[in-house]
């Protein structure tokens, strides 16, 4: 069976943003200028006389903490580093890799995580395009939003809680690394499914909004918006017992009702079906608990699936708790064990640091 990778995104840098420019480092920026380098070279002619090339100065690198070494890492480095500990986590898997396939999963340190099922082309034109077609009257009463979604969700978190790159830089970090991991997971699930947006069904659609070349399912601010929600409750709640994502989904808490709007825009906008953000809500919430637990030491986590072949409803948090409640439901849930040994430590204490931020 195929794994698909992912050859790396170009930026989605809107989540990256809140803040704005993380600021000018100077003499390590950007490369600096010519004129730059020939001034220090100067200034350092002028200024050390003879060298014998031996050290003059006791290294206060050497012999450091894994975790003071990635304090010290330049944002990009730091991005790579923890993408290539979480990432490595989790793989998709297709039957084939020619043709779009029925049903595929998503794993986690090789279970499965997330077992999904297609909807078939009758049920979208049949069952969903009718929600799309209600939804689109609030379009122009959420059309600010929808705009600024297309490259930013994570401000809509922000104004639910407290976020700042110098208070809260490790939460920050992971919410952004999570971000990221959607990214890696969603668009090869995306290929391997290949189900067609709703403009390719109905000349009516006309999105406010430009289609994105891709497949529609799962939806991907679906799932980057549930992830961040999931992974928000356990990082801003004070909260000792295990995070509980489906509790929290039938309380409707305030960061899994952002992620409802988030995701509902979609639909709202005419790129999304409702069965999108069901399929885009699972696994955003699985992936985020998964790797929550596995940082949390726990030695066990939720695998969810969703059967999309019938799925005939609309999308809210009501609806997916439904789902999740009723045994003859789409969305069925078990018990997966996982093994937290493997996190490493400089990860386990930026996640007890961030923790404690906020």
Same mark, same amino acid.
């Given at each position: ?6 050859? @790396? ?10 803040? @704005?420019?993380? $600021? ?41 903490? +894994?975790?003071?070494?990635? !304090?010290?890492? $330049? ?17 998709? /898997?297709?039957? %084939?890799?020619? +043709? ?6 998503? $794993? ?57 790159? =110098?208070?809260? !830089? ?19 699930? !995306? ?5 067609? /947006? ?5 000349? %009516? &659609?006309?999105?406010?909004? %430009? ?8 939806? =991907? ?11 928000? +409750? ?16 039938? !309380? ?15 639909? &709202? ?10 399929? $885009?809500?699972?696994?955003?919430? +699985?992936?985020?608990?998964?790797? &929550? ?10 695998? /969810?699936?969703?059967? =999309? ?13 439904? %789902? ?33 931020? =906020?």
């Amino acid at each position: 069976m195929p794994i698909y990778g992912h050859e @790396g995104h170009e930026g989605h840098e809107g989540h990256e943003g809140h803040e @704005g420019h993380e $600021g000018h480092e100077g003499h390590e920026g950007s490369g600096g200028s010519p004129a730059l380098s020939v001034a220090l070279g100067s200034a350092r002619d002028g200024t050390v006389g003879y060298w014998n090339g031996l050290p003059s100065r006791a290294s206060r690198v050497e012999g450091r903490s +894994s975790w003071a070494a990635v !304090k010290s890492l $330049g944002t990009a480095p730091r991005r790579a580093v923890m993408d290539q500990a979480i990432q490595s986590l989790y793989e998709v /898997r297709f039957e %084939q890799s020619d +043709s779009a396939n029925a049903s595929g999963s998503v $794993g986690f340190q090789g279970t499965p995580l997330v077992t999904l099922q297609r909807p078939s082309i009758e049920v979208l034109e049949e069952k969903q395009l009718g929600f799309l077609r209600a939804a689109a009257d609030l379009r122009y009463d959420r059309l600010a939003e929808i705009r600024v979604e297309t490259s930013n969700i994570q401000s809509f978190f922000a104004s639910v809680s407290y976020m700042s790159s =110098g208070a809260t !830089k490790w939460q920050l970090a992971l919410l952004q690394a999570v971000f990221r991991l959607c990214t890696h997971i969603e668009m090869p699930v !995306k290929l391997g499914f290949d189900v067609p /947006r709703p403009i390719t069904l109905a000349y %009516q &659609v006309q999105p406010i909004i %430009q289609t994105p070349g891709h497949g529609a399912w799962p939806s =991907g601010h679906a799932t980057e918006s549930f992830a961040a929600a999931t992974l928000l +409750s356990r990082l801003c709640y004070d909260d000792s017992e295990p995070l509980d994502p489906t509790a929290l989904l039938a !309380k409707q808490t305030p960061f899994f009702r952002q992620a409802e709007r988030i995701a509902i825009n979609r639909t &709202v906008a005419g790129v999304h079906y409702p069965t999108d953000s069901m399929a $885009g809500a699972v696994l955003g919430v +699985s992936m985020a608990e998964a790797l &929550v637990n596995l940082l949390d030491e726990r030695e066990e986590t939720t695998a /969810r699936s969703f059967d =999309g072949r019938d799925y005939a409803s609309d999308f809210n948090l009501s609806l997916m708790s439904e %789902q999740i409640a009723d045994p003859a439901g789409s969305i069925s849930e078990t018990k997966i064990a996982i093994d937290p040994s493997v996190v490493p430590d400089w990860l386990r204490t930026m996640w007890c640091k961030a923790l404690r931020e =906020g």
